[in-house]
């Protein structure tokens, strides 16, 4: 009886922990979100004031820059929240033997022990492959994005400045604002995410 008030116990200061870490992880992701999607306005804003047309060539490219960091930062924190589910399950396993030893030494059930907690194991390290591939493939999918959408930034801006619509400084400014600021904006899209499942 006395255990299993103990027991009770740990289990309520556990959840109190979990509730009170996912309010504080909340409060960061809305912080996140407002620095994210305020820089991508600020950045545009700039942009059009000072060169509109490089500007107006950005935006056709934001979506698809946008698009590539959202889909990589959607995929690895999804497998990410997988992997950490497999070690807390291993956990479990492995306090659950612990805590009960002398029960699992009188029913022979080493073995048995061992095999569950090798499985739970064995999940952490299939979805950390994933995870692990998901990261590469997703990051060099949003940096050939971003190289191109810099290549097709450069010779745009080459023109501008050719024609004398703009000066050198002005024009690499305001691609350097618009790129980053689309850039925010694929940053933002797991904080919206979040946002919208609470």
Not at 61 to 89: D, E, F, H, Q, S
Not at 102 to 117: D, H
Not at 154 to 167: G, Q, Y
Request: glycine share 10%; net charge positive.
């Amino acid at each position: 009886m006395v255990q299993t008030s103990i027991y009770n116990l740990r289990n309520l200061k556990f959840k109190l922990l979990i509730y009170h870490f996912n309010f504080l992880n909340f409060d960061l992701i809305v912080g996140n979100f407002m620095h994210y999607i305020s820089r991508f306005i600020a950045g545009f804003t700039i942009g059009f004031v000072r060169v509109w047309q490089i500007s107006l060539v950005t935006l056709a490219i934001v979506p698809l820059i946008a698009l590539a960091g959202g889909l990589y930062a959607y995929v690895t924190i999804g497998l990410i929240g997988k992997v950490r589910k497999a070690y807390v399950r291993a956990g479990e396993i492995s306090e659950e033997v612990i805590g009960n030893v002398r029960t699992v030494q009188a029913f022979a059930g080493e073995e048995r022990a061992v095999r569950s907690y090798k499985a739970a194991l064995m999940n952490t390290y299939r979805n950390g492959r994933k995870a692990g591939l998901a990261k590469g493939l997703g990051l060099g999918s949003m940096h050939c994005v971003l190289f191109l959408s810099w290549a097709l930034l450069v010779w745009f801006t080459s023109i501008v400045v050719h024609k004398n619509i703009a000066n050198g400084g002005d024009a690499f400014t305001t691609m350097l604002n618009v790129v980053i600021s689309g850039l925010s904006l694929g940053q933002a899209a797991p904080d919206i995410f979040c946002i919208y499942q609470s």
